[in-house]
């Protein structure tokens, strides 16, 4: 689809105008009208450690189900106020503009600084590196899985709904000092599982992906 004059100069993240706040009833809004909450460092760490508590050795499991699952809905809104105030399909935006899109919607809603890689598309693989991971920098104990296993089922659910096919995520690396981004894997959910259970601890973002671009379906 050629990008129309509206596309290119109409911009839903205009700033002052995407979020505005309600003083006498405290409520922050976006300019669709979604109510927009913010949560603490604190808040987020007591609800992991709350999970673990309740989850065991299920943890990652249960927080990439509630992420796809939200992800799914979330890409749902998503889809409705750009097709609304683009007054054109979200779904046939071109590629680099709806990457623009999700790019802005990360980073206004403080959950990094978003990249998505397409080298390996035809393969059946996309790769995102995500500076500023929601779990990833707040995290400082070891775990023995991925920090941000809830980031990637949200990347899951959310890709599933504006492909249009079933999309799963594997966080192939967490930030740390040496690297500031942490890594997600999309693909084909069927390639994710045999990956997973073939075992990724201690293995580099690199290496993963490799593993998944060698499994076939």
Not at 77 to 97: C, R
Request: glycine residues 10%; aromatic residues 12%; negative net charge.
């Amino acid at each position: 689809m050629t990008i129309t004059a509206d596309l290119e100069f109409k911009t839903y993240y205009q700033e002052k105008l995407y979020i505005t706040a309600n003083v006498e009833t405290g409520v922050i809004y976006n300019r669709s009208g979604r109510r927009m909450i913010a949560l603490t460092n604190d808040f987020l760490i007591g609800m992991h450690r709350a999970l673990e508590k309740e989850c065991g050795d299920k943890i990652e499991k249960v927080l990439h189900h509630c992420g796809r699952k939200w992800g799914v809905n979330f890409g749902k809104g998503l889809d409705a106020e750009w097709t609304q105030f683009y007054e054109q399909p979200a779904k046939e935006f071109p590629l680099a503009f709806f990457q623009g899109l999700l790019m802005q919607e990360f980073g206004y809603n403080g959950w990094g600084v978003l990249q998505v890689h397409y080298e390996y598309m035809e393969k059946g693989v996309v790769w995102i590196s995500l500076q500023g991971a929601i779990m990833g920098d707040i995290r400082t104990e070891k775990l023995s899985y991925p920090a941000d296993a809830l980031t990637g089922g949200i990347l899951a659910g959310l890709f599933t709904h504006f492909l249009g096919r079933d999309i799963d995520c594997l966080q192939s690396h967490v930030a740390s000092d040496d690297s500031k981004a942490s890594c997600f894997l999309l693909s084909d959910p069927q390639r994710i599982e045999t990956v997973q259970k073939t075992g990724t601890v201690g293995k580099s973002h690199q290496e993963i992906l490799d593993m998944l671009l060698a499994t076939k379906l």
